[in-house]
């Protein structure tokens, strides 16, 4: 019987000893990044975008420093946004969370969280009634900064990466405002016919171009009013207009009938609030659809220039 008493005795520590091994095995597992994740990527800050504009310039301001994710859905309407009780619990735990300014998201005076930031401060060009802020160049420039500025603040160890993003994002910004001045310098007209609503405020001051928006300041809920519509066909004619410009959040419909009216040609701006699934899978940069906008404007305007070096 002994002999058997002690096989079984083997037999049992062999079976604990394999147990602890791949206890502790998988504990390490565990404690190791996905294998989706680097190490350098599993060790990342955690950012949090309300929406697509502070999403998109917190991706320039943060690359190779932050995961940035968005709250919002690709397309969602920002200006009618009211969060879950899931995106509540989503920006209380999240390490540091950035939205535009109180007045795109009133919904936020309910929050006092010291890792909630509005990207809007200190900015150099303000324009009263006028939301879109970002689609000045300068004053996108200054809410990426400000984006870093609060990261920077946690985490000065990202200095280094974060001043280089900064100064790659000055020069891309810089490259387009030259671009831009000097593509819409000569142009057959100034004036803009914009199906969509007043977005580009920002963009005409600073280009001396003429908008001519349908709607107000809101994308959402605000449909033109037919003598308004009327009266842009009209326009259309009598200037011999042979485009007009939609944006990326409206349905064809008002672009179809104008075109139908007129024969003006629709081309897309981008106001930078909203983004389409495709682009966004695409990580499509702020500067890449600035870049839309002045090739639409280009061509929409009759816009003459001189290739150089510098082009984009």
């Not at 062999?14 to 206890?23: K, P």
């Not at 160890?157 to 891309?172: G, I, P, R």
């Not at 959402?220 to 200037?239: F, R, S, W, Y």
Request: charged share 25%.
């Amino acid at each position: 019987m002994y002999p058997k008493n002690k096989l079984i005795v083997t037999a049992v520590c062999l079976v604990f000893l394999l147990i602890v091994i791949l206890g502790r095995a998988r504990r390490q597992n565990a404690a190791l990044p996905s294998p989706a994740q680097t190490p350098q990527e599993a060790r990342r800050i955690k950012v949090l975008a309300s929406s697509y504009t502070p999403y998109i310039l917190a991706k320039a301001a943060l690359k190779g420093a932050a995961d940035v994710s968005m709250l919002t859905r690709p397309g969602e309407e920002m200006h009618t946004f009211e969060p879950s009780a899931q995106d509540i619990i989503k920006i209380k735990e999240a390490p540091f969370f950035f939205f535009i300014d109180y007045s795109m998201a009133p919904w936020m005076k309910a929050f006092d969280e010291d890792n909630v930031y509005p990207a809007v401060q200190n900015l150099p060009e303000v324009i009263d009634g006028d939301p879109h802020v970002w689609l000045n160049l300068d004053n996108a420039y200054a809410m990426a900064s400000n984006i870093a500025q609060a990261v920077e603040g946690k985490y000065p160890s990202a200095q280094e990466m974060l001043f280089k993003n900064d100064l790659n994002f000055q020069n891309e910004l810089s490259l387009l405002k030259r671009m831009y001045a000097k593509k819409l310098s000569n142009c057959k007209t100034r004036d803009v016919y914009h199906i969509g609503h007043k977005a580009f405020g920002y963009l005409a001051k600073e280009f001396n171009l003429n908008f001519k928006p349908l709607s107000g300041v809101s994308s959402q809920g605000q449909e033109p009013a037919v003598k308004d519509l009327a009266l842009m066909i009209k326009e259309i004619k009598d200037n011999d207009i042979r485009y007009i410009f939609s944006e990326e959040a409206l349905p064809p419909d008002f672009a179809n009938l104008i075109e139908k009216e007129t024969g003006a040609k629709p081309l897309m701006l981008y106001t930078i609030e909203h983004i389409s699934k495709e682009d966004f899978d695409k990580q499509v940069s702020y500067t890449a659809l600035m870049k839309r906008n002045l090739d639409a404007l280009v061509l929409g305007l009759s816009c003459q220039w001189q290739k150089d070096d510098g082009a984009l």
